[in-house]
């Protein structure tokens, strides 16, 4: 993945995205793969904003029963099943379980019928994936974390599990090798409209100011919480907030699904990394969406709720990083950001601009083949969606023998089993080029942190590859060292001084990288 800003220049495009999130990595893959001429611009990092700061979740949403907000489900698990298959890298399953207490809001027939519901929803056959009941000794023994006062039993039901800026970079580069023109540090500086109709942008390159014009047949806007910026979408938008803590391992191979006691909200508690991921809030947001961060009130809530249901208690303290996301939905007059519908819509203005409004990772790929469906309509040029059930640009083609070989030729290079697994998970089969530079440098089969499951030889095999622009592209979404790790400004400078060459940095910039993060986290 290279970055050429002056690809933009000399070329007229079908379609011009503004937006690097997972729905415009969807859409500029989507077009690319059906032929159309695309660039795909985005102005800070590829998933730098809710797309990496999701809850990590492929899923089809549960709750959303309760408000019989079936529809949405059914496409949610829809794609769910579809990206099981498509990139098991990528996507993995991930078991839940749901305890009853004797003071749940929700009750163990109510829970029964809408698992059951979910599983069909589904089209769930395999008995190992369908949801299960146990009772309460053998629930407290398969989630012994949990408070066992008041404890009548549990489900466990199946969903699924991602890295959601890997998801995105993934998509970016699969873009690209469809013929894609791609380049994040890239921003829209306005559009240019000739008799009424948009035939294109003039785009500034954030690393040096230098601008040019992007001629485009059609542009679509997907740039999430920035729709607000503009007069003409701002009133289309509603944001929610969602803050998710990182705390110390907990649970096994399997998360947990909970309800506030507070306000009857769902929140999970998830494995990440070897760690515990717990979130989210759900919260209007009026703020700064330049600067969105977890606040001192959310932290409390967050660790009141699970406390409520832990037989240890976590506090402040046991908090190892911390990431806040803004959810952009329709505009509603609903009380709570929470019963407000998570569906997506599509608008057209006069001027022929898209723009993509809401909706969830999840179901980001087939929002995105409406889009580039609406553009081919525009364009005059019908060619059908060639995303559904393409195998990701990172699956290997027999996934379960392939990654058995991985696994085989990691232990015999001396990389630890966690760490190959997650090597696997984060590059597919591109895992073979890490294996490669682990064979001609055995050291940098290390970890990085002792705790965490990352190398050396990904560290920079990231930065290499993977159009790594700052220290903080790399180590918040190429791999999310930044809120797995309490890093302290002298391992910052290691890290840094580990991929200075890769990335021709000076010991100035290198100095001025850690700046910005050591500032941002004050």
Not at 80 to 95: C, E, F, T
Not at 114 to 122: E, M, P, Q, R, T
Not at 295 to 307: D, Q, T
Request: charge should be neutral; proline fraction near 2%; aromatic fraction near 8%.
């Amino acid at each position: 993945m290279k970055r050429n800003f002056s690809a933009l220049k000399d070329s007229k495009f079908d379609l011009l995205v503004c937006g690097g999130g997972i729905y415009g990595a969807w859409t500029a893959y989507d077009a690319a793969l059906r032929g159309l001429k695309v660039a795909l611009v985005e102005q800070g990092d590829w998933a730098g904003a809710t797309s990496s700061a999701s809850s990590k979740l492929i899923h089809g949403g549960l709750r959303y029963l309760e408000s019989y907000d079936f529809r949405l489900v059914k496409k949610a698990l829809t794609e769910r099943g579809m990206l099981l298959d498509a990139a098991p890298h990528r996507v993995w399953s991930l078991r839940f379980g749901v305890p009853v207490y004797s003071y749940s809001r929700i009750s163990r027939l109510q829970l029964k019928a809408g698992l059951i519901l979910y599983d069909l929803l589904a089209g769930i056959q395999l008995a190992k994936m369908k949801h299960r009941y146990f009772n309460r000794d053998t629930f407290a023994e398969r989630f012994p974390l949990l408070s066992d006062d008041g404890l009548r039993g549990g489900f466990t039901y199946s969903d699924a599990q991602t890295d959601d800026a890997r998801l995105v970079l993934e998509l970016v580069d699969g873009a690209m090798k469809a013929g894609a023109v791609c380049v994040n540090q890239c921003q829209l500086s306005h559009l240019t409209e000739v008799n009424g109709k948009v035939i294109g942008a003039t785009v500034q390159n954030m690393i040096n100011n230098e601008s040019c014009e992007v001629q485009a047949q059609v542009v679509v806007k997907a740039t999430g919480q920035w729709l607000t910026k503009s007069e003409i979408s701002n009133k289309w938008c509603r944001l929610s907030k969602g803050a998710h803590l990182i705390l110390p391992a907990a649970l096994g191979d399997e998360a947990l699904l909970l309800t506030a006691r507070s306000d009857g909200r769902v929140f999970f508690m998830i494995p990440w990394y070897g760690l515990t991921l717990v979130g989210t809030t759900d919260t209007d947001y009026r703020g700064d969406i330049e600067h969105v961060k977890v606040e001192k009130a959310e932290v409390e809530y967050l660790l009141r709720e699970a406390n409520q249901y832990l037989k240890t208690q976590w506090t402040e303290l046991d908090v190892i990083g911390s990431y806040a996301g803004v959810r952009v939905m329709r505009q509603s007059d609903a009380v709570s950001p929470s019963t407000v519908s998570r569906d997506w819509e599509l608008k057209r203005t006069a001027n022929g601009v898209f723009y993509s409004l809401g909706g969830k990772i999840t179901s980001a790929r087939e929002d995105a083949s409406v889009i580039v469906d609406a553009v081919c309509a525009e364009i005059g040029d019908q060619v059908s969606c060639q995303t559904n059930g393409h195998l990701f640009p990172w699956a290997p083609d027999d996934f379960v023998a392939w990654s058995s070989n991985i696994l085989a030729q990691g232990e015999k290079l001396g990389i630890e089993a966690d760490c190959c697994k997650w090597l696997i998970r984060r590059h597919g089969k591109r895992v073979s080029a890490i294996l490669r530079d682990v064979e001609s440098n055995a050291s940098l089969a290390a970890r990085i942190v002792p705790s965490l499951p990352f190398i050396y030889a990904d560290l920079i095999f990231c930065a290499r590859e993977e159009m790594v622009e700052h220290l903080e592209d790399l180590l918040r979404r190429r791999m999310p060292l930044l809120i797995l790790a309490k890093l302290p400004e002298g391992e910052l400078l290691h890290i840094a001084e580990k991929v200075s060459a890769v990335l021709g940095w000076s010991e100035a910039r290198v100095k001025q990288e850690i700046g910005v993060i050591v500032s941002s986290v004050v």
